[in-house]
């Protein structure tokens, strides 16, 4: 059972309005340029690069002001970039032939610079949310319990994961059956709604709280500043000449360090937390661990848009991807309340090894399935034949291979079902049932690997720390999400999807070998030791914030 405190954390997570958000700007974006993917493209490249770049700032930003001040300050800024977003794009939605007749359409493409900016603007303080909430306040309600940690982070993902399958069906019906002008402002007011209950509720677990009031370092700074206090008080009884003598050359020197300092010193500083932040993110003994994480999201093995769009070219229909997309859940549920009973068995670093184990054993499946019949691989048909075709036009020489298995589809705007109805008969289902099955299954493992290591980096990263840690771990899973992007834009074929697989997995063996690498030089021959006291598996020179 958890406190209070526990639910009032659940109840933010249920609340954020940034999940039916996350799922209806690509809509939008996709149907304000013409049912084209490029505004998309442009938003997940401006997403991926901003946290790329400011995941240590920002993380430093969380660890050097108070806790409530952080919570209160991305919680306003993100629900108020999400409301001003939505109401651009009624605006854009209602008026875009107007808007495309001014100024040769220049106005229009101002409102789109305008949406994708405040978009990224509320992901970005969704990110500082993230990590203050489930990365800091999370531990310190949690206590020197790691059984209620682990409990109160499989919770919140369990949560995390429900409200990313319930929330885009609400949001999707309302644009159904109305418009996508009302799903804005449905949108809009939701958040406004949850913005307002959100800071009631922030408020209400500080002050059950009292622990959140302080941060690491905080003690040690104050009892610095009465020292130094204490010492001028004596200095000043003494010498009173002396010491206002001391004072005025102390405040002389002050002036003249701010004034070298100058504009420069301040300009250089988000550079040197940039660098600060990656050099203790590489100096952190749980490194490898979180590399291993930020390794998974290099992998077409998912169920994003990628993936989505494969399975319609291999004859899927829309109904049989959303059971699919079900049963993916359910699997990661069962992966997420799977790692609080073996935590409780194996301890968190061998957890942290079987998931590992686990997700790779069933992605073997998906391998499989590149060779299994049905399978549309064929490294005879250049990868780039779509790209070069676009550059050179039709006259460009490529290398010939058999003609794709899908037939293009003419018209997808007109019938949803459309698109099904072109597609000719798939010779065998067996390569597209291998890979789903694989990638149901090894949602079990990620799940539980990915706890396993965020509970790691709770626990081995010291408080003071804590959000530019986070941050850089942030950054580094952006970092390799993008770099999957772009393996798929320079091989987006059908023919091709096999090879992207075998990368994918790859990357994910790669991974676990990061991981299994911290855990042996954690635990050495004792990780094999399945059923272990967890007492002795953290190692010495880690443990959990003393200010709690």
């Known amino acids: 059972m958890f406190s209070i405190n526990g639910e ?12 039916m958000w996350n799922f209806a700007v690509a809509v939008f974006l996709v149907e304000l340029y013409g049912n084209s993917l490029l505004l998309t493209a442009v938003y997940g490249l401006v997403v991926a690069g901003s946290v790329l770049l400011l995941g240590a700032i920002i993380g430093d930003w969380v660890d050097k002001n108070p806790r409530l001040k952080v919570a209160q300050t991305s919680l306003v800024v993100q629900n108020s970039a999400v409301i001003l977003c939505g109401i651009l794009l009624m605006l854009v939605f209602q008026f875009k032939e107007q808007l495309t007749e001014l100024y040769s359409g220049w106005l229009l493409t101002t409102c789109y610079i305008m949406v994708i900016s405040t978009a990224n603007i509320a992901n970005l303080a969704s990110t500082a949310t993230s990590i203050t909430i489930q990365r800091d306040w999370i531990v310190v309600v949690a206590g020197e319990d790691r059984n209620k940690l682990a409990d109160m982070n499989a919770t919140v993902r369990i949560i995390d994961q429900l409200t990313n399958i319930l929330a885009p069906m609400l949001v999707g019906q309302i644009m159904a059956f109305s418009s996508h002008l009302i799903g804005c402002g449905f949108i809009s007011g939701w958040n406004l709604f949850s913005m307002c209950l959100e800071y009631c509720l922030l408020w209400k677990v500080y002050q059950k709280t009292p622990a959140l009031a302080i941060k690491g370092g905080q003690k040690e700074v104050d009892q610095e500043m009465k020292q130094l206090n204490s010492q001028k008080d004596m200095e000043s009884g003494e010498a009173p000449a002396e010491a206002s003598q ?3 050359e102390s405040a002389v020197v002050k002036a003249d360090t701010e004034k070298s300092a100058g504009c420069c010193h301040q300009m250089t500083e988000p550079l040197r937390t940039f660098r600060h932040g990656w050099v203790a993110y590489y100096n952190q003994n749980v490194f490898f661990a979180g590399m291993a994480l930020a390794f998974l999201y290099m992998t077409v093995l998912g169920f994003d848009c990628i993936t989505t769009g494969y399975a319609y070219t291999q004859g899927l229909s829309p109904s049989i991807l959303s ?40 992605l073997m499946l998906c391998v499989f399935s590149v060779f299994a019949p049905g399978s549309p691989f064929d490294l005879t048909v250049s990868p780039f034949k779509d790209i070069l075709r676009h550059l050179f036009g039709e006259n460009a020489i490529l290398p010939e291979g058999p003609t794709p298995s899908v037939a293009p589809v003419v018209d997808v705007t007109n019938s949803s079902t459309l698109l099904f109805e072109e ?22 493992g990620l799940w539980s690997f990915d706890l396993s290591v965020t509970q790691l980096i709770q626990e081995n990263v010291i408080e003071s720390e804590r959000g530019v840690i986070n941050g850089v771990q942030n950054s580094m899973n952006y970092l390799l999400d993008l770099l999957h992007f772009i393996m798929v834009i320079l091989a987006p074929n059908p023919e091709a999807f096999g090879l992207l697989v075998i990368i994918s997995v790859s990357f994910v063996a790669m991974g676990h070998v990061m991981y299994f690498r911290f855990a042996y030089k954690s635990l050495g021959s004792r990780l094999f030791l399945c059923w272990a006291p967890e007492q002795k598996e953290v190692p010495s020179n880690t443990s959990l914030p003393t200010t709690v």
């Open 8 to 19: 009032s954390c659940k109840r933010i997570q249920i609340l954020c309005g940034d999940r």
């Open 246 to 248: 001391l004072m005025s």
């Open 323 to 362: 059971l699919l997309m079900g049963a993916s859940a359910i699997s990661g549920i069962f992966g997420t309340v799977a790692f609080t009973w073996v935590r409780r068995k194996c301890g968190l670093i061998r957890t942290g090894f079987l998931s590992g184990v686990a997700q790779l054993s069933c």
């Open 423 to 444: 597609a000719p008969q798939v010779e065998s289902y067996l390569s597209v049932s291998l890979l789903f099955a694989g990638v149901i299954a090894a949602r079990v």
